[in-house]
């Protein structure tokens, strides 16, 4: 079936309607915008960054701080970049104060902040989103050694914003450039019995297809594999 559009030009004088024919299009590739549709928000941020956020909390025991970060939209997500900067701020066990403009900070990209709450917290608290969550892009709150909850903030007029909840995912940024293809794994064979009898070579330890029927080698075989098992707790004797 042929797919009719119609487009209408207009000249200074007249107009004149043109009927463009076209066939085998399908309906479906008409509407299709190519966008990335994004239904639950996710926003991934690097294992450096949370190796860095580690560091400074082992050295600011009990207290809070923030450190802002540049990030953007992708396919997969907001990607948080491993890019920071510790602005100068004073803090206690709940508060942060900055004591220095972050607005060329801003400037620079820095469009994310990454808060510390010193004890077990899944949410921000009021001050937080009135004070901090709205004027970033996206905010991030560090707990416990793990970054437990975080809000998007989307300009949708002139006196509001949007802020919608997202999760939080780890990222390896550096593994994408680790060639890993001269290293392949090798197969053990056993040939080693702990209690003076025969070794066993060839034998598969990753072997899971039907076992074979028992017979005295493969009752030692088992054996074996259960001292092998249980070598943790003998490791103490």
Not at 3 to 10: A, G, L, Q, S, T
Not at 35 to 42: F, G, R, V
Not at 154 to 166: R, Y
Not at 196 to 206: A, K, L, R, V
Request: glycine share 6%.
């Amino acid at each position: 079936m042929k797919n009719i559009r119609e487009k209408v030009m207009f000249g200074q004088k007249k107009h004149k309607k043109v009927v463009i024919q076209t066939s085998n299009i399908d309906s479906n590739e008409v509407f299709d915008s190519e966008l990335t549709i994004i239904e639950s928000p996710k926003i991934l941020v690097s294992y450096k960054t949370l190796v860095i956020c580690n560091a400074i909390s082992q050295k600011l025991k009990g207290q809070e701080f923030s450190l802002l970060l540049k990030g953007g939209w992708s396919k997969e997500g907001y990607v948080v970049s491993d890019d920071y900067v510790i602005p100068k701020q004073e803090v206690t066990g709940v508060s942060v104060d900055f004591t220095e403009d972050i607005t060329p900070f801003r400037q620079q990209g820095y469009n994310i902040i990454i808060h510390r709450h010193p004890f077990v917290s899944n949410s921000f608290s009021q001050s937080d989103v009135e004070t901090i969550n709205t004027n970033f892009e996206a905010s991030i709150l560090y707990s416990e050694g793990q970054f437990t909850t975080a809000t998007i903030s989307i300009q949708v007029s002139d006196s509001a914003k949007l802020q919608i909840k997202a999760d939080t995912s780890i990222y390896i940024s550096d593994n994408a450039n680790i060639d890993i293809s001269n290293i392949s794994e090798k197969k053990m064979q056993i040939g080693f019995y702990p209690y003076g009898g025969y070794g066993y070579e060839g034998y598969d330890w990753n072997y899971k297809g039907k076992r074979r029927k028992k017979n005295k080698k493969n009752k030692d075989l088992d054996y074996y594999a259960n001292y092998l098992q249980d070598k943790e707790d003998l490791s103490g004797i």
